[in-house]
């Protein structure tokens, strides 16, 4: 199984939008409404963002959203703040029950 | 509250077998609710899912590990453990373990351990 696709690196000034795409294929984010969206700050543990395409878990900002359309999955994040600058991946169940991850996207805010 | 304890050597031999263990606290492995599993990432590099587990003792392995790796629970320690054998330096990373929710993607992270390969 390979990775899904996302953007090396993304960015954004303060109070902005970005969205990073992650692009897989039918047999994984397109077949299922399986994919969720990890943050990982420098030298600590992936922080669950997004489950299930748009959920958003609790005590996390409802600045951040998710939606998918196709192969592609996306995550926007809105009115971009400095503490949201960190490494962002997507992760989606496959038809041969595992899971893949994306490569990651560096969110760098200006 | 949810707490998984990765535990386990931080240096191993190239070729031999690296092995951790996660204790679970606030939640039980043996709830049909529930896979558990390991996920880990190389220095500076990206996330890499490895497997899980369920309750009932299935369990399900990423095709580029799968002849290597076992992924099996305690119940009597509420312990999930993770054995890799013949590792080499590219196994080196911070070995993750978590919990993710029955019929969702919904997933919780340990602190993670940092297994190094090395002679």
């Known amino acids: 199984q390979s990775a899904l696709t996302q953007p090396a690196s993304v960015s954004g000034s303060p109070g902005q939008s970005i969205t990073i795409s992650c692009t897989g294929t039918?047999?994984?984010?397109?077949?299922?409404?399986?994919v969720s969206w990890f943050q990982q700050h420098p030298d600590k543990a992936p922080k669950l963002m997004i489950y299930d395409v748009s959920n958003r878990p609790s005590g996390v900002s409802n600045r951040f959203s998710g939606s998918k359309s196709g192969n592609t999955a996306s995550l926007t994040i809105s009115g971009l703040q400095a503490e949201d600058e960190a490494d962002y991946y997507c992760n989606s169940y496959t038809t041969s029950s595992t899971w893949v991850f994306g490569g990651g996207t560096k969110l760098t805010v200006l | 509250q949810l707490q998984l304890q990765e535990s386990g050597p931080g240096l191993v031999k190239p070729s031999e077998t690296l092995s951790l263990t996660c204790t679970v606290s606030?939640?039980?492995?043996?709830?049909?609710?529930?896979?558990w599993g390991w996920i880990r990432q190389p220095p500076g590099k990206g996330l890499e899912w490895i497997g899980n587990?369920?309750?009932?003792?299935?369990?399900n392995y990423s095709p580029s590990l799968k002849s290597r790796v076992t992924i099996s629970a305690d119940t009597s320690k509420n312990q999930v453990s993770l054995i890799l054998s013949s590792v080499t330096a590219a196994d080196t990373a911070v070995y993750y373990c978590?919990?993710?929710?029955?019929?969702?993607?919904?997933?919780?992270w340990g602190q993670g351990t940092l297994v190094i390969v090395s002679s």
């Open positions: 978590a919990r993710r929710s029955m019929g969702s993607s919904r997933r919780e």
């Open positions: 606030g939640a039980s492995i043996s709830s049909s609710s529930y896979y």
């Open positions: 587990i369920y309750y009932s003792g299935s369990t």
């Open positions: 039918s047999s994984d984010v397109g077949g299922y409404d399986y």
